[in-house]
């Protein structure tokens, strides 16, 4: 199901090239722990499955009992925090555990910013160096992150 997917790509880093910027300083409100909105990823996923029931013809307007417990066990067994450090470096780490699915996955590298957007630059996953860096970007919008992935955006929240 395309929902499935959704919440796979939106745990997946993008890549992807970027131009350097100076680490942030301490004072900078990008600095601290940050993580993915599960109210909003909720209410993405509920409607991609919607989408995808008209896109199969079937009944959408209202999702059963049994499709609404699949979308919140799927959501709220997912969790996505990155940690952006006053150094320039940043740490992240996504936990997948769902029925059928568990793993954590840590990863860490550098991180710059524009006024429109913050470029994780992922040196290691799970230990791994790799090689090129992966990218990661990050969209800046009203004093918060969102991710956009395939035309979904989905929010961070600072913790």
């Given at each position: 199901?395309?929902?499935?997917?959704?919440?796979?790509?939106?745990?997946?880093?993008?890549?992807?090239?970027?131009?350097?910027?100076?680490?942030?300083?301490?004072?900078?409100?990008?600095?601290?722990?940050?993580?993915?909105?599960?109210?909003?990823?909720?209410?993405?996923?509920?409607?991609?499955?919607?989408?995808?029931?008209?896109?199969?013809?079937?009944?959408?307007?209202?999702?059963?009992?049994?499709?609404?417990?699949?979308?919140?066990?799927s959501v709220s067994g997912c969790q996505r925090t990155v940690k952006l450090n006053a150094?320039?470096?940043?740490?992240?780490s996504l936990l997948r555990d769902v029925p059928g699915e568990k793993f954590t996955e840590?990863?860490?590298?550098?991180?710059?910013?524009?006024?429109?957007?913050?470029?994780?630059?992922?040196?290691?996953?799970g230990g791994e160096k790799q090689k090129p860096p992966e990218i990661e970007k990050l969209?800046?919008?009203?004093?918060?992150?969102?991710?956009?992935?395939?035309?979904?955006?989905?929010?961070?929240?600072?913790?």
């Amino acid at each position: 199901m395309r929902a499935f997917a959704l919440l796979l790509l939106i745990l997946i880093p993008a890549c992807g090239e970027t131009a350097s910027s100076s680490p942030e300083s301490t004072s900078s409100p990008l600095v601290g722990t940050w993580t993915l909105d599960p109210a909003a990823l909720l209410e993405i996923i509920r409607e991609q499955t919607r989408e995808d029931l008209r896109a199969e013809g079937r009944e959408a307007d209202k999702l059963t009992a049994a499709q609404i417990k699949t979308i919140e066990t799927s959501v709220s067994g997912c969790q996505r925090t990155v940690k952006l450090n006053a150094d320039g470096t940043f740490t992240s780490s996504l936990l997948r555990d769902v029925p059928g699915e568990k793993f954590t996955e840590e990863s860490n590298g550098t991180w710059s910013s524009t006024e429109s957007e913050v470029v994780l630059t992922v040196t290691h996953i799970g230990g791994e160096k790799q090689k090129p860096p992966e990218i990661e970007k990050l969209t800046r919008k009203n004093g918060g992150l969102e991710i956009d992935y395939y035309d979904h955006i989905v929010p961070m929240t600072r913790n």
